[in-house]
């Protein structure tokens, strides 16, 4: 194998780094898909990672094989990279694929589980992959129905690779690049291909599992105000960032968009809660509980065995609601 060069890499690096163009060439094919699969880590991390370029030459050009007893140490930057992609495959996921029967069983773990495993492997670290979708189909069920099943399935999975992590045997590959290639496409398109059905055949559903989404991120932080309050800060940093330089730029104003379009379905939501419960918005939960015990008796399927169907659905809707308004509505203080 040749050896690689690092003004080729840089120069890979610029041209084509948020398609992993560089790391095709170092040998290093999960970090390829991984930028491939996120346009460079959102940008981001293309742009971080032209420090690390002549360590990656060094490494590539390192081609024996190393045993190692003892596994890699623990890397935060790592374990928060595989949670990052965890619930970005699993939102495609969710989008895309969400229709399909058992996609709470099968679909969404399996996509969680990938995208963690994909991160565990980067670099010359690996972990077992049998290991991380199991964790995944067992953490599944207990969400069922949910789409903030999202979390906790990332939550074990990334937990489950940590600590199944280790050293690759080789850095190199003696793999024909055209094989390689082969290979990346086809995880490429099974990726981007059921994403790309729904958005331009479905738009219609996509928003609205978009929404399910969100408005679900939503409910399970408001469980957790600061945790969601230290979420929505680190993502708007950027545009605080540009902020206090002073600048402008439309592309930042276009966060506020985005999080005026969060709140606004969360605000949505709350609002036909109080709808379905039929209680004014500053109820107490003394006065949501009244309300929700009422509606529970009014429309539990047993006693409305002559409109079953429509009681179904009305006692959902009312469970629902419940649950919603008693999250954001905090007791008062003895």
């Not at 953490?139 to 949910?146: K, M, N, Q, S, V």
Request: contains cysteine; positive net charge; hydrophobic residues 45%.
């Amino acid at each position: 194998m040749m050896a690689k060069r690092l003004l080729v890499t840089i120069a890979l690096w610029a041209l084509g780094g948020p398609a992993g163009l560089h790391h095709l060439y170092l040998g290093r094919d999960n970090h390829a898909l991984l930028w491939m699969l996120t346009m460079g880590g959102f940008g981001i991390g293309w742009l971080w990672e032209l420090w690390l370029l002549p360590g990656w030459v060094v490494q590539a050009n390192n081609t024996l094989e190393t045993h190692r007893d003892r596994p890699p140490p623990l890397s935060p930057v790592r374990f928060l990279g595989q949670a990052l992609v965890g619930i970005y495959f699993g939102l495609v996921a969710f989008i895309g694929l969400s229709t399909l029967p058992g996609f709470y069983f099968v679909a969404l773990p399996l996509a969680v589980g990938l995208g963690v495993h994909l991160v565990s492997g980067v670099g010359n670290q690996a972990s077992d992959l049998q290991a991380t979708l199991m964790a995944a189909f067992i953490t599944a069920p207990i969400f069922y129905g949910r789409p903030v099943a999202i979390f906790p399935i990332t939550l074990t999975t990334s937990v489950t690779a940590q600590r199944r992590r280790r050293y690759k045997a080789s850095r190199g590959t003696s793999e024909k690049l055209s094989a390689r290639l082969y290979r990346l496409g086809l995880a490429y398109l099974a990726f981007t291909t059921p994403l790309a059905y729904c958005a331009f055949y479905n738009t219609a559903a996509t928003v609205n599992y978009v929404a399910s989404a969100i408005g679900a991120t939503l409910d399970w932080l408001s469980v957790f105000p600061s945790l969601g309050s230290a979420l929505e800060s680190v993502l708007l940093l950027p545009y605080h960032a540009w902020r206090m330089l002073g600048l402008s730029g439309s592309y930042f104003q276009e966060w506020e968009k985005v999080f005026a379009f969060v709140h606004s379905i969360q605000s949505e939501r709350q609002r036909m809660a109080f709808k379905v419960l039929g209680i004014h918005d500053d109820a107490t939960r003394e006065e949501i509980s009244k309300s929700y015990r009422e509606q529970v008796k009014l429309w539990h399927p047993d006693h409305n065995q002559h409109r079953a169907e429509e009681a179904e659905r009305r006692f959902i809707e009312v469970q629902a609601a419940y649950e919603l308004l008693m999250q954001t509505r905090k007791p008062k203080p003895a």
